[in-house]
């Protein structure tokens, strides 16, 4: 009698740690776009600071953020970026620019290398927006390239995108941040090379 009882208590001890379990957290990152290397660049001789990109309108963290409305906004419980979402831009356009041999040099704002340009950044939105079935992952950032040797502004943009997501979940959203991503790797690099 003991030991079914015994038995009983460790079957019904399992089944309740089973149901327990937390759900298991996924992690994304930021894919880096690949793109062209610059030929015959005028600021192939120059270096280049990338700061840490600011944000002034969204609450930026390692979280995803969602809105539902203009007025509902939450976070993903079972999901989030692997870094500081800041953190993953200011990478990803560090590599970008590398990658595209645009400038000698590309370093972040921890160096204290005197450099020749400064390239700042506001965050004004990025975000899983989904309103009824439509779903878009929302990306707006400000850059600005300022002259590091004057400190004087020599332009600045702001960057719009709205991606359509291939399903109404985190992943969905990942795969259209990237998609987003590789477009603005784009046009930034085509930007800072006008004049």
Known sequence: M???????????????????KAPVLKVFTLEVSQVQTSKNSTLGKKTIKVTYPQSLRENISQKMNFSYSTYERGTYQNSEWSNHVSKLLQVSIIEVLDDSRLFKAVFSDA???????????????FEHRVRDQESHAIISIQFTLIDADTGK?????????????????AEGYVIATNRALMQLSKELLLWIKSN
Not at 6 to 16: A, D, H, R
Not at 153 to 168: A, D, G, I, N, Q
Request: with cysteine; proline share 2%.
């Open 2 to 20: 003991k030991k079914e009882i015994y038995i009983l208590i460790l079957g019904l001890l399992s089944v309740l740690l089973g149901c327990s």
């Open 111 to 125: 160096t204290t290398v005197k450099v020749n340009y400064r390239l700042e950044s506001n965050i004004f939105a």
């Open 153 to 169: 502004l020599v332009k600045s943009k702001r960057f719009s995108y709205k991606e359509e997501t291939p399903s109404l979940d």
